[in-house]
């Protein structure tokens, strides 16, 4: 049986108009693996950063420091993660139709019944609206930005390697520095899905896991790998990004503070498994977290299902069509 199948109490047998408070939390560790540009401006701005306390959330009475984080936002996130699954609707046409042609993103026309549509929420010019049941947060770096940021001067040079135009003599404008985040950096990230069937859950996994370009100028730079830490399923709502980075730290301070670094796997991510114990008793609600061997599982079953062109375009369509008989 498949891990999905065993915890399928946890879903949702088949989409529902009505909030049913079931929760499926991913606990994500966002992996930089080339240098990544993360900012709201365009080119020459500073990274997002906020200053928040390193290891606890009442840092002040433990004499904690304050240290900038640098942010991903939330909505950066999903939107790669969308794209991903669009991408693959589209290859097997179930984007649905719509007046002015297909289902398109950030436009007013949205299908109003594409998986995406379904599960990342639209609101349709004409007045339907469907909630995005993919909850985000913004995402922390682990590590102070003293240390995970570096800067790079970038300049556009002439046919003739200089900065001086050949034709004119004129002078190059496009010069100045960017700051971009350095390989290796560690960002910590919850999504939860809110009242998801067992194929809404793997539809969005499968984005996950295939999404590999996040922030500015990503058909160069900006490749992070996306590793399964934890699978929590439960009644709320659970604790937040930074909580969890925070005691992340403090966890991998403690402890096996080279594994953070080499953190490849739900087995090695320990740190934040333990993070996220420590915090489950803050939760005033029903929490069923999964085994490190359990989350293996879960991830070769996805990779499983997306290597298999068959079984995951009948899976698609299968998920598709639910939506038609709910109308
Ligand atoms: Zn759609």
Redesign the pocket.
């Known amino acids: 049986m498949s891990v999905i199948d065993r915890y399928s109490t946890y879903l949702l047998p088949r989409y529902s108009n009505y909030p049913c408070g079931r929760y499926v939390s991913l606990l994500l560790v966002r992996k930089v693996e080339s240098e990544a540009i993360f900012r709201t401006e365009g080119s020459g701005e500073p990274l997002n950063r906020e200053f928040v306390f390193a290891g606890r959330r009442d840092g002040e009475r433990q004499g904690e420091q304050i240290i900038p984080r640098i942010v991903i936002s939330k909505r950066k996130q999903t939107a790669v993660e969308r794209r991903t699954g669009r991408e693959l609707l589209r290859r097997y046409e179930l984007?649905?139709a719509t007046k002015t042609g297909h289902?398109t993103l950030n436009t007013n026309t949205?299908?109003?019944?594409?998986i995406?549509?379904m599960i990342y929420g639209?609101a349709a010019g004409g007045g339907g609206a469907q909630k995005s049941r993919v909850i985000t947060d913004d995402a922390f770096s682990l590590h102070s930005a003293d240390l995970v940021v570096g800067e790079r001067q970038f300049n556009a040079l002439f046919d003739n390697s200089t900065m001086r135009n050949p034709e004119n003599r004129a002078a190059s404008t496009s010069i100045g520095t960017d700051e971009y985040v350095r390989p290796e950096t560690t960002f910590i990230d919850i999504e939860t899905l809110k009242d998801v069937t067992p194929d809404e859950l793997r539809y969005v996994l499968g984005n996950i896991l295939r999404s590999a370009r996040y922030g500015a100028i990503s058909s160069r730079i900006g490749k992070l790998d996306n590793i399964i830490a934890g699978v929590i399923f439960s009644d709320c709502e659970l604790f937040s990004n930074l909580e969890l980075t925070q005691n992340g730290l403090r966890s991998a301070r403690q402890r096996q503070r080279a594994t953070l670094s080499r953190c490849m796997s739900a087995r090695s991510c320990r740190p934040f498994a333990r993070a996220a114990d420590e915090l489950r008793g803050e939760v005033a609600g029903q929490y069923v977290a999964l085994s490190a061997d359990e989350i293996g599982d879960l991830r070769r079953e996805i990779v499983e299902l997306y290597s298999n062109e068959e079984a995951l375009v009948s899976m698609l369509r299968r998920q598709t069509e639910s939506y038609g008989s709910q109308a």
């Open positions: 984007l649905g289902c949205p299908c109003e019944r594409c995406d549509c639209y």
